[in-house]
Protein backbone atom coordinates (compact mmCIF):
# COMPACT_ATOMS: atom_id res chain seq x y z
CA UNK A 1 0.00 0.00 0.00
CA UNK A 2 1.55 3.64 -1.33
CA UNK A 3 -0.01 6.75 0.31
CA UNK A 4 0.59 10.57 0.00
CA UNK A 5 2.72 12.17 2.80
CA UNK A 6 3.28 15.52 2.90
CA UNK A 7 3.19 15.07 -1.10
CA UNK A 8 6.48 12.49 -1.04
CA UNK A 9 5.24 9.23 -1.97
CA UNK A 10 6.22 6.71 0.79
CA UNK A 11 5.69 3.20 0.85
CA UNK A 12 4.70 1.36 3.97
CA UNK A 13 7.94 -1.26 5.00
CA UNK A 14 6.43 -5.18 4.68
CA UNK A 15 7.21 -6.97 7.74
CA UNK A 16 8.50 -10.68 7.32
CA UNK A 17 9.48 -13.92 9.59
CA UNK A 18 11.49 -16.90 8.95
CA UNK A 19 13.17 -15.38 5.57
CA UNK A 20 16.02 -17.48 4.44
CA UNK A 21 19.49 -16.29 2.86
CA UNK A 22 18.34 -17.01 -1.02
CA UNK A 23 15.13 -14.73 -0.69
CA UNK A 24 16.54 -11.76 1.66
CA UNK A 25 19.21 -11.61 -1.30
CA UNK A 26 16.78 -12.10 -4.04
CA UNK A 27 14.34 -9.90 -3.31
CA UNK A 28 16.29 -7.07 -1.04
CA UNK A 29 19.58 -7.24 -1.53
CA UNK A 30 19.51 -7.32 -5.26
CA UNK A 31 16.45 -5.62 -5.66
CA UNK A 32 17.82 -3.00 -3.30
CA UNK A 33 14.45 -3.20 -0.78
CA UNK A 34 14.43 -2.75 2.66
CA UNK A 35 12.58 -5.04 4.92
CA UNK A 36 11.61 -5.74 8.58
CA UNK A 37 12.49 -8.55 9.83
CA UNK A 38 10.23 -10.09 12.99
CA UNK A 39 12.57 -12.98 13.96
CA UNK A 40 16.30 -11.91 13.14
CA UNK A 41 16.79 -11.65 16.69
CA UNK A 42 14.36 -14.29 18.79
CA UNK A 43 16.92 -16.61 19.77
CA UNK A 44 18.96 -13.97 21.29
CA UNK A 45 19.77 -13.89 24.93
CA UNK A 46 20.32 -10.11 24.66
CA UNK A 47 16.40 -9.84 23.34
CA UNK A 48 15.23 -11.55 26.48
CA UNK A 49 17.71 -9.54 28.69
CA UNK A 50 18.24 -6.00 27.65
CA UNK A 51 16.23 -3.04 28.67
CA UNK A 52 17.29 0.56 30.42
CA UNK A 53 17.20 -1.31 34.07
CA UNK A 54 19.28 -3.92 32.46
CA UNK A 55 22.04 -1.88 31.57
CA UNK A 56 21.88 0.34 34.20
CA UNK A 57 22.29 -2.50 36.84
CA UNK A 58 25.04 -4.14 34.90
CA UNK A 59 27.02 -1.26 33.13
CA UNK A 60 25.83 1.91 33.81
CA UNK A 61 29.12 3.13 35.32
CA UNK A 62 30.70 3.62 31.74
CA UNK A 63 31.58 6.99 30.38
CA UNK A 64 30.38 7.53 27.19
CA UNK A 65 30.04 10.49 24.44
CA UNK A 66 27.06 12.31 23.91
CA UNK A 67 26.22 14.86 20.84
CA UNK A 68 23.93 17.26 20.59
CA UNK A 69 22.45 18.82 16.86
CA UNK A 70 25.04 21.34 16.53
CA UNK A 71 28.06 18.33 16.55
CA UNK A 72 28.09 18.68 12.44
CA UNK A 73 27.93 22.24 12.32
CA UNK A 74 30.59 23.64 10.33
CA UNK A 75 34.30 24.53 11.67
CA UNK A 76 34.98 24.23 15.57
CA UNK A 77 33.81 21.51 17.02
CA UNK A 78 32.85 19.70 13.75
CA UNK A 79 31.39 15.88 14.55
CA UNK A 80 32.98 16.28 18.27
CA UNK A 81 30.75 15.15 21.17
CA UNK A 82 29.03 17.62 23.22
CA UNK A 83 29.95 16.18 26.54
CA UNK A 84 30.42 12.81 28.58
CA UNK A 85 28.04 11.37 30.87
CA UNK A 86 27.73 7.63 32.85
CA UNK A 87 25.70 5.42 30.47
CA UNK A 88 22.87 5.20 33.61
CA UNK A 89 23.38 9.18 33.98
CA UNK A 90 22.20 9.18 30.16
CA UNK A 91 19.66 6.46 30.36
CA UNK A 92 18.41 8.48 33.37
CA UNK A 93 18.15 11.65 31.63
CA UNK A 94 16.04 9.90 28.29
CA UNK A 95 13.77 8.46 30.32
CA UNK A 96 13.12 11.88 32.64
CA UNK A 97 11.65 13.36 29.03
CA UNK A 98 13.05 14.80 25.59
CA UNK A 99 16.51 15.65 24.86
CA UNK A 100 18.57 16.46 22.19
CA UNK A 101 21.68 14.69 23.75
CA UNK A 102 21.84 11.38 21.20
CA UNK A 103 24.82 8.21 21.75
CA UNK A 104 25.31 6.97 18.83
CA UNK A 105 28.25 4.58 16.69
CA UNK A 106 29.16 3.38 20.13
CA UNK A 107 30.60 0.26 20.19
CA UNK A 108 29.56 -1.10 23.72
CA UNK A 109 31.38 -4.16 23.53
CA UNK A 110 34.63 -2.27 23.65
CA UNK A 111 34.20 -1.82 27.49
CA UNK A 112 31.45 -4.58 28.34
CA UNK A 113 33.07 -7.51 25.77
CA UNK A 114 31.07 -9.81 27.76
CA UNK A 115 28.11 -8.54 26.47
CA UNK A 116 28.78 -9.64 23.15
CA UNK A 117 28.04 -13.65 24.04
CA UNK A 118 24.63 -12.14 24.56
CA UNK A 119 23.80 -11.28 20.82
CA UNK A 120 23.77 -13.86 18.18
CA UNK A 121 25.58 -14.71 15.79
CA UNK A 122 23.60 -13.87 11.78
CA UNK A 123 23.67 -16.28 9.25
CA UNK A 124 21.34 -14.48 6.61
CA UNK A 125 24.50 -13.10 4.94
CA UNK A 126 27.94 -13.69 5.14
CA UNK A 127 30.67 -10.53 5.87
CA UNK A 128 28.86 -9.63 8.57
CA UNK A 129 31.90 -6.66 10.21
CA UNK A 130 32.49 -7.64 13.76
CA UNK A 131 34.75 -4.77 14.70
CA UNK A 132 31.32 -2.34 14.15
CA UNK A 133 28.36 -3.26 16.07
CA UNK A 134 27.45 0.44 17.13
CA UNK A 135 24.67 1.12 19.49
CA UNK A 136 22.21 3.83 19.52
CA UNK A 137 20.51 5.73 22.01
CA UNK A 138 17.83 8.92 22.06
CA UNK A 139 15.49 10.36 23.81
CA UNK A 140 11.58 11.21 22.91
CA UNK A 141 11.26 13.66 20.25
CA UNK A 142 14.97 13.30 19.37
CA UNK A 143 15.76 12.56 15.46
CA UNK A 144 18.91 11.41 13.19
CA UNK A 145 18.70 13.09 10.74
CA UNK A 146 18.34 12.10 6.50
CA UNK A 147 21.74 10.55 5.54
CA UNK A 148 23.41 6.91 4.53
CA UNK A 149 26.13 5.13 5.58
CA UNK A 150 29.04 6.40 5.15
CA UNK A 151 30.81 2.81 4.53
CA UNK A 152 28.13 1.01 2.05
CA UNK A 153 27.31 -1.51 3.96
CA UNK A 154 23.81 -3.26 4.39
CA UNK A 155 22.41 -2.72 8.03
CA UNK A 156 20.55 -4.90 10.35
CA UNK A 157 18.83 -2.13 12.83
CA UNK A 158 18.04 -4.38 16.05
CA UNK A 159 15.38 -2.27 18.38
CA UNK A 160 15.58 -3.41 22.16
CA UNK A 161 13.89 -0.72 23.91
CA UNK A 162 10.93 2.05 22.79
CA UNK A 163 9.79 3.19 18.93
CA UNK A 164 11.00 4.53 16.57
CA UNK A 165 9.74 6.26 12.97
CA UNK A 166 11.86 5.75 10.33
CA UNK A 167 11.75 7.22 6.43
CA UNK A 168 13.76 5.61 3.88
CA UNK A 169 14.84 6.31 0.38
CA UNK A 170 17.10 3.91 -2.15
CA UNK A 171 20.28 5.46 -3.61
CA UNK A 172 18.73 6.36 -6.87
CA UNK A 173 16.85 9.26 -5.03
CA UNK A 174 19.83 11.21 -3.91
CA UNK A 175 19.26 14.02 -5.92
CA UNK A 176 15.78 14.70 -5.09
CA UNK A 177 17.47 14.79 -1.11
CA UNK A 178 19.74 17.37 -2.13
CA UNK A 179 22.97 15.60 -1.01
CA UNK A 180 25.68 17.71 -0.53
CA UNK A 181 28.71 16.38 -2.15
CA UNK A 182 31.75 14.94 -0.04
CA UNK A 183 28.83 13.88 2.34
CA UNK A 184 26.59 11.39 3.31
CA UNK A 185 24.14 14.39 3.80
CA UNK A 186 20.49 15.85 3.13
CA UNK A 187 19.21 19.02 4.94
CA UNK A 188 15.90 17.79 4.41
CA UNK A 189 13.47 17.16 7.26
CA UNK A 190 11.50 14.69 5.65
CA UNK A 191 8.55 14.35 8.52
CA UNK A 192 8.50 18.69 7.62
CA UNK A 193 9.44 19.13 4.59
CA UNK A 194 10.26 22.35 3.32
CA UNK A 195 8.73 22.59 -0.53
CA UNK A 196 9.98 26.26 -1.02
CA UNK A 197 13.65 25.91 0.09
CA UNK A 198 13.86 22.05 -1.42
CA UNK A 199 11.15 21.67 -4.44
CA UNK A 200 12.80 19.34 -6.07
CA UNK A 201 11.46 17.17 -2.70
CA UNK A 202 8.26 16.62 -3.80
CA UNK A 203 9.65 14.20 -6.71
CA UNK A 204 11.00 11.62 -4.26
CA UNK A 205 9.57 8.26 -3.14
CA UNK A 206 10.21 6.27 -0.60
CA UNK A 207 9.46 3.83 2.43
CA UNK A 208 8.62 4.63 6.09
CA UNK A 209 7.99 2.42 9.18
CA UNK A 210 7.85 2.07 12.88
CA UNK A 211 10.25 -0.46 14.08
CA UNK A 212 9.08 -1.70 17.47
CA UNK A 213 10.85 -3.78 20.05
CA UNK A 214 12.18 -7.27 19.01
CA UNK A 215 12.46 -6.60 15.53
CA UNK A 216 15.46 -5.89 12.75
CA UNK A 217 15.30 -3.10 9.99
CA UNK A 218 17.56 -4.40 7.00
CA UNK A 219 18.61 -1.45 5.05
CA UNK A 220 20.18 -2.32 1.57
CA UNK A 221 24.28 -0.27 1.05
CA UNK A 222 23.83 2.96 0.63
CA UNK A 223 19.92 3.32 1.75
CA UNK A 224 19.02 7.04 2.98
CA UNK A 225 17.40 7.18 6.46
CA UNK A 226 15.37 9.57 8.83
CA UNK A 227 14.82 8.39 12.43
CA UNK A 228 12.46 10.01 14.67
CA UNK A 229 12.30 8.71 18.16
CA UNK A 230 8.54 7.99 19.03
CA UNK A 231 9.61 7.36 22.78
CA UNK A 232 13.11 7.02 24.25
CA UNK A 233 14.71 3.95 23.25
CA UNK A 234 17.93 1.98 22.31
CA UNK A 235 18.79 -0.38 19.26
CA UNK A 236 21.83 -2.11 18.18
CA UNK A 237 23.30 -2.09 14.34
CA UNK A 238 24.95 -4.99 12.55
CA UNK A 239 27.19 -4.31 9.96
CA UNK A 240 27.31 -6.45 6.55
CA UNK A 241 29.19 -6.58 3.25
CA UNK A 242 30.15 -9.70 1.43
CA UNK A 243 31.78 -8.29 -1.27
CA UNK A 244 35.75 -6.67 -2.28
CA UNK A 245 34.33 -4.22 -4.57
CA UNK A 246 31.63 -2.71 -2.22
CA UNK A 247 34.12 -2.85 0.56
CA UNK A 248 36.80 -1.13 -1.38
CA UNK A 249 33.78 1.65 -2.17
CA UNK A 250 33.40 1.77 1.15
CA UNK A 251 36.72 2.26 2.09
CA UNK A 252 37.21 5.37 -0.66
CA UNK A 253 33.67 6.86 0.69
CA UNK A 254 35.35 6.74 3.98
CA UNK A 255 38.28 8.56 2.69
CA UNK A 256 36.26 11.34 1.14
CA UNK A 257 34.35 11.88 3.89
CA UNK A 258 36.87 12.31 6.35
CA UNK A 259 40.01 13.74 4.47
CA UNK A 260 37.87 15.75 2.07
CA UNK A 261 34.78 17.18 4.05
CA UNK A 262 36.27 16.77 7.47
CA UNK A 263 39.30 19.27 6.26
CA UNK A 264 37.52 21.26 4.37
CA UNK A 265 35.48 21.74 6.82
CA UNK A 266 37.99 22.96 9.08
CA UNK A 267 39.72 25.10 6.54
CA UNK A 268 36.84 26.77 5.55
CA UNK A 269 33.91 26.57 7.92
CA UNK A 270 30.33 27.87 6.79
CA UNK A 271 32.19 28.80 3.19
CA UNK A 272 33.02 25.16 2.65
CA UNK A 273 28.68 24.49 3.27
CA UNK A 274 27.88 26.90 1.02
CA UNK A 275 29.57 25.50 -1.77
CA UNK A 276 27.81 22.26 -1.02
CA UNK A 277 24.48 23.49 -0.71
CA UNK A 278 24.90 25.71 -4.43
CA UNK A 279 26.30 22.09 -6.10
CA UNK A 280 22.88 20.24 -4.35
CA UNK A 281 20.28 22.42 -5.70
CA UNK A 282 21.82 22.63 -9.11
CA UNK A 283 22.14 18.76 -9.08
CA UNK A 284 18.42 18.70 -7.66
CA UNK A 285 16.76 20.45 -10.18
CA UNK A 286 18.79 19.08 -13.35
Known amino acids: MTQVTHQVRLEKLE ?46 NIQVPLYSPAYSTPGKGYMQPTCHKSLAEY ?9 DLRMFLFNIFQKCPEMLSEVG ?38 QFEGTKKIILF ?15 KSHINPLKPDFDRFPAFANAQGYECDLHPGETLFM ?17 SLRANPSIITQMKGVLSVAQHFIVDKGMNKLLGERWYKLKENLADKRAMN
Not at 170 to 184: E, F, M
Not at 220 to 236: C, D, E, K, Q
Request: net charge neutral; charged share 20%.
Open 220 to 236: PRIFWHYVYYTTAGFSL
Open 170 to 184: APDQSKYLYNHPYTV
Open 15 to 60: RKKNITPEELKKEHIDKNCPVILTDFMTDWDATKKWNFEYLKATHG
Open 91 to 99: IDLIQEGPT
Open 121 to 158: KPTLMTGFLKSFPFMFFGGQGSEVKLHYDVDHSCVFLN
